[in-house]
């Protein structure tokens, strides 16, 4: 798609941040489909994006998802996954 951004929004999440959000399986207009908790990241993907703007507020639950992107991408990127941590 070229230059576009998608700006998304993360929410409070459960009550239990160590369960993280639910899964849900979305079906794209290419008949493809993907079962995820972050909606955003998989419409980022899929729209080939080239930026993805995610806000949420203190109580989002950003833990889960650095973890969850960490889960996606090359592991040599620990020091950036601990710095989004302690942020």
Known sequence: MGKTALVTFLGKGR???EKGY????YQFPDGSKIRTSFFGMKLAAYLDVSKLVILGTRG????VLVEESARNRDSGQE??????LDA
């Open 15 to 17: 009550d239990d941040p």
């Open 60 to 63: 989002s639950q950003w833990g």
């Open 79 to 84: 020091e950036l996954r601990v710095k989004l």
């Open 22 to 25: 639910r899964t849900a399986t």
